[in-house]
């Protein structure tokens, strides 16, 4: 699996990934986004920001990128990230399909991004992403699966995918939702010809929402490997909207509420990759102090009564509005 080289690397960082949902297109859920990118949100200011990202984050140890065929231009931004440096070649790569972007580069659409997990969505999006990324692509997720995707029984479908792994792709899924965990163990049970057929799950993780952690925990002994995002829960937990506790804690570690945000996420031992969201250099720089905090039982103790019950977590998610 191209994450050993994630799991053999030195660098603390190696073990958070950079995920491109906020750059790749002009509009996001994530609180505080108008002033990270302001009113320049043109194609060609959006694929130099996320050049910018991406040089910064390679420089600091991250090897994990993060794409979605829903996340606008994101695959085409980081193509061309790619084939403009072709000494790089100790990255992983991750994309999902499942979400077909149809916000048409706006910010205000009526419908930003529309679900559809059957096989006709796999193999036109599977074409569309090896005609960006190619030989590149390390890593292929469904997008958002939650216990009633027909993904999770399509054997049509898992029969394809399992041709795709066949052939050195690595599959996965990725979940969002209060049942989560659900759906990660109903993911774990699907096979093809008695083997497994997913080796990472994606899931929302953070300290507001920790549900499924059981779960991940299950699919990291299965021998799949975790990677957490939204682990600043949209926002939520940066300044200046971040609960009192977690401003407390990090004003004692001298660091960012995303810097102990994100470090509360690393410690879990389940926990492989963690991705930061970040828009701005300034604001990646802040998330890859994470590996340095050391909490204890105390400030553990204070962060983990932040924890809010899952359904009023998503709903809430539900009502944050496109930036």
Known sequence: MPFARLANATTPTCHIGLGLAAVGRPGYINLGRDEDLGESRSVDALRDRTHELLDAAYAQGVRYFDVARSYGRSEEFLADWLNARPDIDDVVIGSKWGYTYTADWTADAETHEVKDHGLATYERQRAETDALLGDRLDLYQIHSVTPDSPALTDKDLHARLAEAAAQGLTVGFSTSGPAQADAIRAALAVTVDGEPLFRTVQSTYNVLETSAAPALAEAHDAGLTVIVKEGMANGRLAEPYAPDALKAV???????????ALALVLRQPWAGVVLSGAATVVQ???????????????????????????????????RLPWH
């Open 284 to 318: 990646l720089a802040s998330n890859l102090h994470a590996p340095v905090v050391d909490l204890d039982e105390d400030q553990l103790t204070r962060l983990a009564d932040l924890t809010e019950e899952p359904g009023a977590y998503w709903e809430r998610r539900g």
């Open 250 to 260: 990090a004003a004692q570690a001298s660091l960012g509420t995303d810097a102990v």
